[in-house]
């Protein structure tokens, strides 16, 4: 993949710990295997309950693009409708209106469990545990015209998290792209073992933290207000069938 990059590109953003790297790719092979260990029987339970509750792969596949514009396939949890853009093409995320996201779905993605296939990606080489979020390659050409040093992002592997994915939202639109690319290009160039264990920690008690608010919602008991809402309903109801 041959990049054109923006006339303003300036000299290549490079890690300040190099050395790092190499001992980061040995860190993202063993970490990877561990993971798995406990991944697979998630991912195993998610792809059932995706298949009993909408129609289409449990899995889905996607190129991307990773390191110095290299494409790889990347693999993830189904987490919208089949064939969700076969009348748009590629279109950014919505957010939580984002009517393409099945129920299931949204819970998958707000925990982040759809994301745990990509643990194969990482044994693979393709990428990191910790890096810049992976684009598709639409959308990389065109934001290496519309951003100023988008490509500086490119200099690193991909992750399955990243400072990025951890502290802003996704991606809707140039502006919030412009936003983390300022994230991406911190990362870059301070990529490290505290800040690579921070970064996974941090993802850890996001997806424990949302896991926990989706169940406690399932076993929160009724509102006052609702159960007074109630209580005047099954008296008038009461009177009615008199």
């Given at each position: 993949?041959t990049?054109?990059?923006?006339?303003?590109?300036?000299t290549?953003?490079?890690?300040?710990?190099?050395s790092?790297?190499?001992?980061?790719a040995?860190?993202d092979f063993v970490?990877?295997l561990?993971?798995l260990v406990?991944a697979i029987p998630?991912?195993?339970?998610?792809?059932?309950?995706?298949?009993?509750?909408?129609?289409?792969?449990?899995f889905y596949?996607?190129v991307?693009?990773g390191?110095?514009?290299?494409?790889?396939?990347?693999v993830k949890?189904?987490?919208?409708?089949?064939?969700?853009?076969?009348g748009?093409?590629?279109?950014?995320?919505?957010?939580?209106?984002?009517?393409?996201i099945?129920?299931?779905?949204?819970?998958?993605?707000d925990?982040h469990i759809?994301e745990?296939p990509?643990?194969?990606?990482?044994?693979?080489g393709?990428?990191?545990?910790?890096g810049?979020?992976?684009?598709r390659?639409e959308f990389v050409?065109?934001?290496e015209?519309?951003v100023?040093?988008?490509?500086q992002r490119?200099?690193?592997?991909?992750?399955?998290?990243?400072?990025?994915?951890?502290l802003?939202?996704?991606?809707?639109?140039?502006?919030?792209v412009?936003?983390?690319?300022?994230?991406?290009v911190y990362?870059?160039?301070?990529?490290?073992?505290?800040?690579d264990?921070?970064?996974?920690?941090?993802?850890a008690?996001?997806?424990v933290?949302?896991?926990?608010?989706?169940t406690?919602?399932?076993?929160?008991?009724?509102?006052?207000?609702?159960?007074?809402h109630g209580?005047?309903e099954?008296?008038s109801?009461g009177?009615?069938?008199k």
């Amino acid at each position: 993949m041959t990049h054109r990059g923006h006339a303003d590109e300036p000299t290549c953003v490079i890690p300040l710990r190099p050395s790092y790297l190499p001992f980061k790719a040995v860190l993202d092979f063993v970490l990877s295997l561990a993971l798995l260990v406990v991944a697979i029987p998630v991912i195993t339970v998610a792809a059932i309950a995706i298949k009993l509750t909408s129609a289409g792969p449990a899995f889905y596949r996607q190129v991307r693009v990773g390191r110095n514009g290299r494409r790889f396939t990347l693999v993830k949890i189904r987490t919208m409708v089949q064939n969700a853009e076969a009348g748009t093409g590629p279109v950014w995320s919505s957010g939580g209106g984002d009517s393409r996201i099945t129920p299931l779905g949204r819970l998958l993605r707000d925990s982040h469990i759809d994301e745990l296939p990509q643990l194969f990606n990482v044994l693979a080489g393709d990428m990191s545990l910790v890096g810049p979020r992976p684009e598709r390659p639409e959308f990389v050409d065109q934001l290496e015209w519309k951003v100023p040093n988008y490509l500086q992002r490119l200099n690193v592997k991909p992750g399955v998290t990243g400072l990025a994915q951890v502290l802003l939202p996704p991606d809707s639109g140039i502006d919030s792209v412009v936003q983390k690319l300022v994230y991406d290009v911190y990362y870059v160039r301070n990529s490290s073992f505290s800040l690579d264990l921070k970064l996974i920690a941090a993802t850890a008690w996001k997806v424990v933290s949302q896991l926990a608010r989706h169940t406690l919602g399932r076993l929160s008991l009724p509102h006052p207000e609702r159960i007074a809402h109630g209580y005047s309903e099954a008296l008038s109801s009461g009177r009615a069938g008199k």
